[in-house]
């Protein structure tokens, strides 16, 4: 397609503004259909979409070719992977990536930047040119039911440079960084795919926590930035989400800011939208707000009647075509920015830069600097107490998806890491929610173990309290080492105030669980700082 968008259709302009997704692992009616009657210029990965490297490999190619064949720019072609708890791609043949609050506990600038050079060399090699990501919320509500360790950290300058790291690290490997979600996400009680939050804070604290992490995302020269559908009252009057904002999203992020870059929405399918407005008028709204380019994730028919809608909102008068126009140029623009049109590496030069040694001793090493002690009253290391009886390890498995994280696809057995370690034990699976049947079974087993090791997992928000009452039954009733360890969310030990000894993992994959081995039989030295603050009751420092 000529770039000189005189030439261009309304039409073909429109459709340029939105990033759509569909529902399998070749390219299906659906966005076959978007791309060759609709015209748009993006589409996002979800794990619905994922199969193996090569088929992902292929579907981009794919896609891209029918793009090519339609005389369009090529695509954007996106996805959330921000590692740890967040990762649409999950397969053991690419790099397990470790996620946002386990770099902010090992903090160190180095390492960010190592995690995020070997995510975007492998989203690059699997022809996946954005990633929505690094999240620069600051997580400082304890029952953030959507942030929580997909934030650096509770401290705003932590997390400014932690993900200015990021963004720079994945675009010197020309894969576009994205910030999000602007103007922040972390001070919040509910998860915006459900509810319509509302950060109440005045001016002053909004510039000293919020945006500072933006502001050093804008300095970092990200690609993007991702609208948060979160209503900021000190920034714009009305009760409506930023993502419809002009206030927020021209006056404060492109005038005050001096923000040059694309501007993206958050999906307007999610509740905190599509509750309120018609997925149609909010596609309008955003557009008229600032926004470039308009997410819509998942169902066809709203797909096309967003794209409708804004192109009906033209022709009567409510967007111009000058807006669309220059919204146009910033998203071709980064195009051509991250060399969008150059053919992707080869299938046999996949193998090569997917999952490489070299990257694996990276990641190990981020783990081991990432487990933190938290308290620890003579139980550590467990060799050195135990006796011969087996241990066992209490593990909450994960089999129920949200909007935000998927249950891994891969086993991990910290069981087995402990038994390399010298420590033989076993894993017991249990629901993340056991009743009172499920938790006497399990006391009765852990009665006659060695020590035990009681994971917690909490997805969003507080621990759940099957998990609580089964750990604090374990605290009263044994007499051996008796280890809580958290494998995602630190702010479980506020439910449990009194157990002796707690250790944070913040991620329930392969490495985490190896490095917790490691600290658990005296192997290494937790070197990992809590990026929250708990609750101080408690005596827990930071």
Request: proline fraction near 5%; glycine fraction near 6%; charge should be negative.
């Given at each position: ?5 005189a030439h ?31 015209h ?21 190619a794919s ?5 090519r ?34 770099l ?55 997390v ?12 010197a ?5 994205t ?54 009252p ?19 992020l ?58 009906a909102?033209?022709?009567e ?16 623009k ?23 040694r ?16 938290v ?10 107490s ?8 209490i ?29 033989p ?6 629901d ?66 009194d ?10 994959r ?32 930071i």
């Amino acid at each position: 397609m000529n770039t000189e968008i005189a030439h261009w259709t309304l039409e073909q302009k429109i459709g340029q503004l939105f990033v759509c997704g569909f529902h399998d692992i070749v390219p299906d009616e659906q966005i076959q259909q978007l791309i060759q009657q609709y015209h748009i210029g993006g589409v996002i990965y979800f794990r619905r979409n994922i199969g193996t490297a090569t088929q992902i490999h292929h579907l981009s190619a794919s896609l891209q070719d029918m793009a090519r064949a339609q005389g369009l720019p090529p695509l954007l072609i996106a996805i959330d992977q921000e590692g740890g708890m967040v990762s649409r791609i999950d397969q053991e043949e690419l790099s397990l990536i470790p996620g946002n609050m386990s770099l902010g506990a090992a903090d160190d600038l180095e390492l960010t930047a190592a995690a995020a050079t070997i995510s975007a060399r492998e989203l690059y090699a699997l022809g996946i040119n954005v990633n929505f990501a690094p999240c620069v919320d600051v997580n400082n509500n304890p029952r953030n039911p959507v942030i929580g360790v997909r934030s650096y950290s509770e401290k705003p300058e932590t997390v400014g440079l932690h993900g200015a790291a990021a963004i720079r690290a994945m675009q010197a490997q020309n894969v576009a960084a994205t910030a999000k979600h602007f103007p922040g996400h972390g001070d919040t009680d509910v998860d915006s795919h459900y509810g319509l939050a509302s950060v109440p804070h005045d001016r002053q604290r909004l510039e000293q926590v919020e945006l500072l992490p933006f502001r050093h995302a804008i300095d970092a020269e990200a690609d993007l930035i991702m609208t948060a559908h979160v209503i900021f009252p000190a920034f714009e009057p009305e009760p409506i989400p930023s993502t419809l904002s002009h206030s927020v999203l021209t006056g404060l992020l492109r005038e005050q800011m001096g923000y040059e870059g694309v501007i993206v929405t958050d999906c307007l399918e999610m509740h905190a939208i599509a509750k309120h407005f018609s997925i149609s008028e909010a596609a309008v709204r955003a557009a008229q707000a600032g926004a470039d380019l308009l997410l819509v994730s998942h169902t066809l028919e709203e797909q096309i009647a967003a794209i409708e809608a804004v192109r009906a909102a033209v022709q009567e008068g409510r967007l111009s075509e000058q807006h669309i126009d220059v919204a146009l140029k910033r998203i071709l623009k980064l195009k051509a920015r991250r060399q969008m049109d150059t053919a992707p590496v080869s299938e046999a030069q996949l193998a090569a830069l997917l999952g490489a040694r070299d990257t694996e001793m990276v990641l190990r090493r981020i783990a081991a600097h990432s487990i933190t002690v938290v308290k620890d009253e003579g139980q550590l290391p467990l060799r050195r107490s135990v006796s011969a009886l087996e241990g066992l390890v209490i593990w909450p498995q994960v089999i129920r998806r949200t909007e935000v994280d998927e249950p891994a696809r891969h086993e991990v057995s910290l069981a087995e890491a402990l038994s390399l370690q010298g420590l033989p034990a076993r894993q017991l699976a249990i629901d993340v929610e056991p009743d009172e049947v499920e938790r006497q079974q399990v006391i009765q087993q852990a009665m006659a173990a060695g020590f035990v090791v009681m994971v917690t997992y909490t997805a969003a928000g507080e621990l759940p309290e099957g998990q609580a009452l089964l750990t604090r039954q374990l605290h009263e009733q044994l007499q051996v080492p008796f280890i809580v360890a958290s494998m995602r969310n630190p702010y479980d030990l506020n439910a449990l105030p009194d157990v002796k000894t707690y250790i944070c993992a913040y991620e329930n994959r392969k490495y985490a669980a190896e490095a917790l081995a490691a600290v658990l039989a005296g192997a290494a030295t937790a070197t990992g700082r809590l990026p929250v603050t708990l609750n101080e009751q408690y005596g827990v420092q930071i």
